[in-house]
């Protein structure tokens, strides 16, 4: 896990330019909010799927780095006065309360259209595996995945639901940058159609149960969800049905691994990094 999260800081920091030109701005303001204290449990997926395949990590780096970049931006629009209007992001000022709102703004979109240009350069991967990783990405960060997401988050703040659009909520707006950092592992891993369907299913009953525990955590802090009264998987179920539910999405997480032949640990233990 340490030596992973080295190479994904290590290669984050080389991709943020170090800019003395007017913009220089944006690129402080990038920084700011990319490099705090974030699990990277994003890229850590897409290394572990490709890791459990056997391939060469830095096939993956530059994908893997590119969808922690979605994942900021995605944080720092989220974040915004006229979204969740958050005044504080892992303990500290979020970005449009470090630097001018229509900064963060920009910042977010800058990390959201980089993503983009760092896939198409990445090295050593085909021309055809680069248009599949695009896809894949535009899929999911898109109107049918994380911003689909976000929609429903905002649209249903403050009103009744049942699960089943919290459901639709949390498989959009968390669970798809995990299937989608699976999908780029198999990608890169040249994975069989049969094997990476299953591994997607892998990935949702994870990111399904990572939100559902998070809103359990959440539900015990008084987050700013909470405050906002927010619906919930706690709000809906109730704690000990939450829990219940999550624990289970996490087995079947972990009895989809342990039917494939192939080095799964990493994969294991980022599936329990919620526990």
């Known amino acids: 896990m340490k030596e992973k999260l080295e190479l994904i ?20 303001a990038a920084s700011y909010s990319l490099f705090s204290s974030g699990k990277r449990l994003r ?10 395949f056997d391939k060469d990590l830095n096939l993956a780096l530059d994908p893997a780095c590119s969808l922690e970049l979605i994942h900021t931006y995605s944080l720092i629009h989220d974040d915004l006065p006229c979204m969740d209007d958050d005044d504080l992001r892992r303990g500290k000022p979020t970005l449009h309360k470090a ?28 021309s055809m595996q680069k248009i599949n990783l695009i896809n894949t990405l535009s899929k999911y960060a898109g109107s049918d995945g994380l911003i689909a997401g976000q929609v429903a988050d905002l649209f249903w703040e403050r009103k009744k639901i049942d699960f089943e659009k919290l459901k ?13 950092a699976v999908d780029f592992g198999c990608t890169i891993a040249k994975a069989t159609k049969n ?3 299953k591994l997607l299913d892998f990935a949702k009953n994870m990111g399904l149960s990572f939100q559902i525990f998070d809103d359990i955590s959440d539900s015990q802090t008084k987050s700013s969800d909470i405050t906002k009264n927010k619906a919930t998987a706690v709000t809906i179920l109730g704690l000990e049905k939450a829990k219940d539910l999550a624990i289970d999405l996490q087995k079947k997480a972990l009895d989809i691994l342990k039917q494939l032949p192939y080095q799964t640990a990493f994969l294991e233990k980022l599936s329990l990094m919620h526990n």
């Open 195 to 197: 094997i990476k369907l």
């Open 9 to 28: 800081e290590k290669r984050l920091k080389e991709l943020i330019p170090k800019s003395n030109q007017y913009h220089k701005k944006l690129f402080d």
């Open 99 to 126: 630097f001018p709102e229509w900064l963060a703004v920009l910042t977010g979109d800058y990390l959201l259209t980089y993503a983009f240009e760092i896939i198409s350069k990445a090295k050593r991967l085909t």
């Open 168 to 180: 639709f909520m949390h498989l959009n707006k968390t669970a798809a940058l995990f299937i989608a």
């Open 43 to 52: 890229p850590l997926l897409v290394l572990a799927t490709v890791q459990a």
